[in-house]
């Protein structure tokens, strides 16, 4: 199994790879309270860009909604704490099967339907949104006014109930984030991911060549929300607070899908540059225009924004694909 | 609660509705030909909105009177973003041009922030609390000026498309892109005209609205969300489609606003944009094309 894994690897790539691990091990030894934050949120980005890859980038479909399944997922397990005070990974279950029925439908109603391309991105739009106003009213998780986790004290962790302190969150986005890295680069070398390719690249071809593209795009879209929910479920007990105007908001799931397209859209390496770049980016602005004595609201995303466009307009490909041949991992 | 009040509700939203129409029709002129999703629809009308407001505060001049320069303005803006950024997109895929629009898009609602902040401002005209009683219908005079605006604008722009030349030639590199080059007419220039008359439109109507409802620059996601839901409910790409999904999610939300809770009206213009996908994808006057 693992020497099918590592099959047709670069060396470096490994060596570079495992470098990256041990540093990122070691990071929170030595890292302050904020740069602490800062690196959760980038292996929560890289994480979920991670899952949102899965469909759009090896099966081609556009999402714009994943916000969704971030919301579902957080949701579902925070409720049950909530209320009953059901350990999250007890939850995370309720939030998969939830998120994993969610984009069964959406999948099944689009794929059934013919809806493609835009259409298909606007209907994920429709869907979150609607959920995000349906949440709003919805009183058992306390409407717009939102749902809040009783926060335990910091000087023990409990990994059973998710209560504990930053560093705990820390390890444990890094091994959703290391396990969806091993898990895609498995599935990109299965049957699976050879037909996925397919149907990004030519669904027509696909299905003459007898791929069945309804089935293995419902898989993408499954496994993607199911992906996806997990991160919900982490940001949930680690923020302590969920609001469905934060959390279904379409901005949410741009900001998430911006990591992947930046790093490099269908790469394995993408999501996690992408992240890196774009949290970096964010709050290294953020530290900049403090240090400058800026303190307009807005200024930041207009440069975030600017250097967006820049990457988009001379970079098509996201920055991973130029890096890697740089680099000589270049197959 | 008597029938009035549901007549009422219902016109009012027939006639906002023509007014999202207008703004719709914007993204639709531009999709049918360019081809590309403007995902910084409402953020342009948030602009031709402030521009309202600046101008309305300088000049004192109705907002009826000043959607004339404001057009103008949208135009130029329009025409210069796809000269610019745009065309080199054409032949991207669909993601990358998503991508490029979100990042004007946030650049947008950006600098609107740090120029005008966050805070609501409207502005008062001088028939701002009249109406006009018909029968047992009671309607906003702002309301009625607005939509009868809206539908000169429609018109004008459907006569171009139907009675002019250049209206033809931007009709010829909708239907074939190849062909149109090939008998000679610059596709770049026709594209960013096109462009620029979406962008009129999206201005016109942010002029118009500027007499019903306040601005902030938060609203322009919002409003780009709509016209979204409106191009599609009516068909992406038909002219006459986006006017009559307007007038439908105008009714739908104040309807549903009515019915249930102000707060959740969007709900129910999502809920319609939801079955017209399912049932008929191309919406209800698209072409089966796409």
Request: include cysteine; aromatic fraction near 12%; hydrophobic fraction near 60%.
């Amino acid at each position: 199994m693992i020497t099918r894994l590592l099959e047709g690897v670069p060396r470096r790539g490994l060596a570079m790879l495992a470098a990256l691990l041990v540093l990122l091990l070691a990071f929170p030894l030595f890292a302050s309270g904020y740069l602490l934050a800062i690196g959760f949120l980038i292996l929560y980005f890289a994480y979920v860009g991670q899952a949102w890859n899965i469909m759009m980038g090896f099966a081609g479909q556009l999402s714009l909604g994943h916000s969704l399944y971030v919301g579902l997922g957080a949701y579902a397990a925070a409720a049950l704490y909530v209320h009953f005070g059901l350990s999250p990974w007890i939850g995370l279950l309720a939030s998969i099967g939830t998120c994993a029925l969610a984009g069964a439908v959406i999948g099944f109603l689009a794929f059934r339907f013919g809806v493609a391309g835009v259409y298909f991105a606007i209907l994920t739009i429709a869907f979150a949104e609607f959920a995000r106003i349906g949440f709003d009213h919805f009183t058992w998780v306390r409407g717009s006014s939102g749902l809040f986790l009783p926060v335990a004290n910091y000087t023990e962790n409990d990994l059973w109930n998710l209560r504990g302190s930053p560093r705990m969150f820390y390890y444990l986005m890094l091994a959703l984030t290391a396990g969806a890295f091993v898990l895609c680069h498995a599935l990109l070398r299965s049957r699976m991911g050879y037909y996925w390719l397919a149907i990004r690249e030519s669904p027509e071809a696909a299905q003459a060549l007898g791929v069945n593209i309804f089935r293995y795009k419902m898989y993408a879209v499954v496994l993607s929300a199911a992906m996806t929910s997990l991160a919900g479920v982490v940001f949930a007990f680690y923020y302590n607070n969920l609001f469905p105007e934060q959390i279904f908001h379409i901005s949410r799931s741009i900001e998430l899908i911006l990591g992947p397209i930046i790093g490099g859209i269908g790469t394995l390496v993408g999501p996690l540059v992408g992240a890196l770049l774009l949290t970096g980016l964010a709050e290294g602005m953020g530290e900049l225009l403090l240090a400058l004595g800026v303190d307009v609201p807005g200024v930041k995303q207009v440069f975030y924004g600017i250097c967006l466009l820049l990457v988009v307009m001379f970079l098509p490909h996201g920055v991973w694909p130029p890096l890697a041949r740089k680099l000589g991992l270049e197959r | 609660m008597p029938v009035e009040i549901y007549l009422n509700v219902a016109a009012s939203g027939l006639l906002t509705g023509l007014v999202y129409g207008l703004m719709a029709l914007g993204l639709s002129v531009i999709f049918g030909v360019v081809r590309v999703v403007n995902f910084a629809h409402g953020e342009m009308m948030t602009v031709a909105m402030y521009l309202t407001l600046l101008l309305f505060g300088a000049l004192k001049l109705d907002p009826l009177v000043l959607l004339v320069p404001i057009a103008a303005v949208l135009f130029v803006f329009g025409y210069l973003l796809q000269i610019g950024l745009i065309n080199p997109f054409i032949n991207r895929p669909e993601h990358s041009q998503f991508m490029l629009l979100v990042a004007v898009a946030l650049i947008l609602v950006n600098l609107q922030l740090i120029v005008f902040g966050p805070d609501a401002q409207g502005i008062r005209t001088a028939y701002s609390f009249d109406s006009f009683q018909l029968g047992p219908l009671i309607v906003d005079a702002a309301k009625v000026y607005a939509a009868g605006a809206a539908l000169v604008v429609a018109a004008a722009l459907f006569a171009f498309f139907r009675f002019t030349l250049l209206g033809k030639a931007i009709r010829a590199c909708a239907d074939n892109y190849e062909g149109a080059r090939v008998v000679g007419l610059n596709v770049k220039h026709l594209y960013a005209l096109t462009f620029g008359l979406g962008a009129a439109c999206v201005g016109a109507a942010g002029a118009m609205l500027m007499a019903v409802i306040d601005v902030t620059p938060t609203i322009g996601p919002a409003y780009t969300l709509l016209a979204f839901v409106i191009v599609i409910t009516g068909g992406l790409g038909s002219m006459p489609g986006a006017l009559l999904g307007g007038l439908l999610i105008g009714i739908t939300e104040a309807l549903g606003g009515v019915l249930f809770t102000p707060s959740a009206k969007s709900m129910f213009a999502f809920g319609l944009l939801v079955l017209v996908l399912l049932f008929r994808p191309q919406g209800i006057l698209g072409r089966k094309t796409a």
